[in-house]
């Protein structure tokens, strides 16, 4: 499979949306080039939307992180669409008020409070305490041991729902190391209890349903068509955005890497419509 | 858990989406008073939609079902949402032109066709044939000694996408057998071989979006709390609808037995708003 | 990781485990050469046994192929352990009598005969026949349409155990097809009614401690470090016997190709003491 | 289903097999009269033997707690068959030297050093460090947060084998409450890593086979309807000790609740010979 350079892509489409892991940033920040590649994107009238499975810290703050010296804030809060977002969406819509126990760090509690909920940290909960759902939100902020082993407990004992904010088994640490992220403990936690946990974030394409409406608001017309997916991730990005009817771009610059793209694409049967070595070629 | 009048429901809300098979319809057609219910609720200015994991025949064929003595068609196709319209949706959008190798009976090949791509029986492929795309319609129609194994062997050799246009594992046959799905045909082809299937129909929240899209053009202030979705199976219905933000309500006519439900509703941890004994009641 | 010769290995060893399906047979009977080969072996004074999972015929029917057109049969019948074998135990300890409804060729049901049981096949019953057992042998002798909808609905009625007695997913046709194995129609089962099943087969070590046992029987000091299990699949042979402490050595003669050895012992994590192109080299 | 009285099934067998926590102690310890019950067990001229998923602590440290104030040790460490002993004779058999990386106690190191290899705690290793084996052994001793991603990372860079002491995914903390095991916390590595992990310990059937073989030694003509299994787990005591051929009573003194019992047997469909409400009555 041949790559291409994404600047060649820009030109095709109306609409772009990006991952932000792998894609525009690392556990380090936001690439170097970013905030230049994004204002000469929007220069050329396209719309930029980022699709993230992140609900570790609050839309504005998401954005701030890609403000640029000159410009300011280039993709507003409105144009980020984080799993966070929808599991506030569901909070609000299935309970409208109540109390939601929670793991994650204190900076996730943003999506609970902003549905209207109170929010309880795991930490401070008992085995036994009364909740009306509970959110699994990030992998850290919480002590492992013991935190994971008392929301074991209370899944068990109780009925309320429980949302996953976050699907993805691991993130990327950096070039050599990934990190368990909170989709593999909803998992271990969701065999062992035999229950239907309800996760929001890609490959559910709601993600992208949500987005596209969004972006049809901006552009009466538009069509699937006139979208791209730009993504790092075979199981996540690729097949969602392919499934929702979009067109795509593994990009090699996060979880998958250059050497073993080939293979992984026809292992898994999950085809891109575009293979590029990183938004800046 | 209470079980509430059907009937009572129908005036809180504006538009009804009803699941088919165990709610509108068994084995044997569409159950008795079932014209005569929508047309009921119709005459209350409410909007009805089908929203139907099946991709066994055409939305016309489906509406043509629903049609009242007197009253005739009730629900338009455009109103019968199925899994088998968003797989065509995709063959449009990703393949544009080719040949589709598919399993089901002759009537499902209208959502291939209607994509304008070609389809081609798996009982007519060999292993190595040229397709495009592999389409797992539906369990009847084929040999399914000769046919899953020749489909095993197609997909272990190309890496064309293998979608998946029902994700239900059984059906209910009559109130004390169910059928085995192509959902279940596909689940096992798909651990064989490794690669991930794209799959279409409930309990994604895909089929919601687009059934909500299509009745949010005919009433433009539509909420989501403005819908409730009817169905009888945890997994599918209650759980996609739940997770994309509806009222849901559980009936007990279909693959949820009254003497289970309760149990399966708290083992599972999925919860419907409401537990209706049938849409009749 | 660099081949070794098969023959350079059969001196370091007192007793050879042989698997058969893709290191002695294929789909068209034992490969040219084997008999002369186990003549070989034998003569050095080594013990040589036969470990598949195999249940489609008795263990006299096996040795039969492997008999030597001038020294007669090779392997006598003690010598081949079936996972038939350890059903039939199974059936004889648990049952002692009754009636067992099983899926397969007529010929496996000579496990449940020999058990002192009474074999039905599943076409000969209705769904509501009362069973001792239900057991899984063979992928063929039934109509799969028909009878996997019966078997479905007889394991969701009735509280007997369920047997599979060969858990291999897929079987080599030939160099570039493969089969469905009953292995795969049992997961699909089990995973729709969500019972136990109960597996006779590699890759559980019960296959290998039998063998051992009576090997231990001929030889009484032998130890494990005296065996080599030689095998073409990683998932079965390899890992199976490597937990039970035997050698291993992976022929790439069956299911598992020259050119993706290297690739899938790294991927899985299964590692064989040695690798051979075939038992030939 | 009806319950037996444990003491009226003790004339019938000739050797008692005991799984220990649920059964003989929970997590404050053995449970009161126990040693008394095992003293009444000997003395009527039965073998009994402690068959364990354990890797925590040694042989010796388990036999002395089933000591009895005035006779001293009743179950010698020799009849003590944990999962720590097989993995410690895997290591002997496959390593024979080396070091081995664990995740545990310090206590568990026991089964790695006497099988003649180094161990070292995982805390101690960085990601890149070299070993020749990973060995998942226990839930606690350890900082989930910081070693299970040290874990995730030295198991996707090595091709060391992986093996699991432990395969249990829960245990019983107490009436109300459970303990993630170690087995959960492997099933979520190996499904990131996409590796097949070793596993010791019951369902798999050789740990029946082990203590069978040993109780084999002292009673010439022990047949496997002379033994008698007995444990609170319906996934491993009961299903793994039925596929091995031996009688199995279920207590409800642990893992499986009283009021749950007939509702998980039939719906999970492993069926114990007998039911008790536990070892006293």
Same mark, same amino acid.
């Given at each position: 499979m041949l790559t291409t350079s994404f600047a060649s892509l820009?030109?095709?489409?109306r609409v772009i949306f990006f991952d932000a892991y792998g894609v525009l940033k690392n556990a380090r920040g936001i690439l170097n080039g970013v905030p230049e590649l994004l204002s000469w994107i929007l220069q050329q009238g396209k719309d930029v939307y980022v699709i993230t499975n992140d609900a570790s810290r609050s839309p504005a703050q998401m954005a701030a992180a890609y403000a640029?010296?000159?410009?300011?804030?280039?993709?507003?809060?409105? %144009?980020?669409? &984080?799993?966070g977002l929808l599991a506030k969406d569901f909070l609000r819509a299935k309970l409208r008020s109540g109390r939601v126990a929670y793991l994650g %760090?204190?900076? &996730?509690?943003f999506y609970i409070e902003s549905a209207g909920v109170t929010p309880i940290h795991i930490g401070a909960c008992q085995v036994g305490e009364e909740v009306d759902a509970i959110a699994l939100l990030d992998d850290e902020g919480f002590d492992w041991f013991r935190d994971l082993n008392i929301t074991l407990n209370m899944i068990r004992r109780v009925s309320a729902p429980v949302i996953v904010a976050n699907p993805d088994l691991v993130y990327p640490v950096n070039d050599r190391e990934v990190g368990l992220a909170v989709g593999s403990l909803a998992a271990m936690l969701e065999r062992i209890v035999g229950k239907a946990f309800i996760r929001f974030g890609k490959p559910d394409t709601m993600m992208f349903s949500h987005a596209f409406a969004c972006a049809h608001e901006n552009v009466p017309h538009l069509r699937r068509s006139d979208v791209l997916m730009v993504g790092d991730t075979l199981e996540t990005d690729i097949i969602g955005a392919n499934t929702f009817g979009l067109d795509t771009a593994l990009v090699l610059s996060g979880n998958t890497r250059a050497e073993q793209a080939a293979l992984l694409i026809q292992a898994k049967g999950i085809l891109p419509t575009f293979l590029c070595e990183s938004v800046f070629t």
């Open positions: 820009v030109g095709r489409y640029h010296p000159q410009h300011g804030i280039l993709i507003p809060e409105s %144009k980020i669409i &984080s799993s %760090k204190p900076a &996730s509690a």
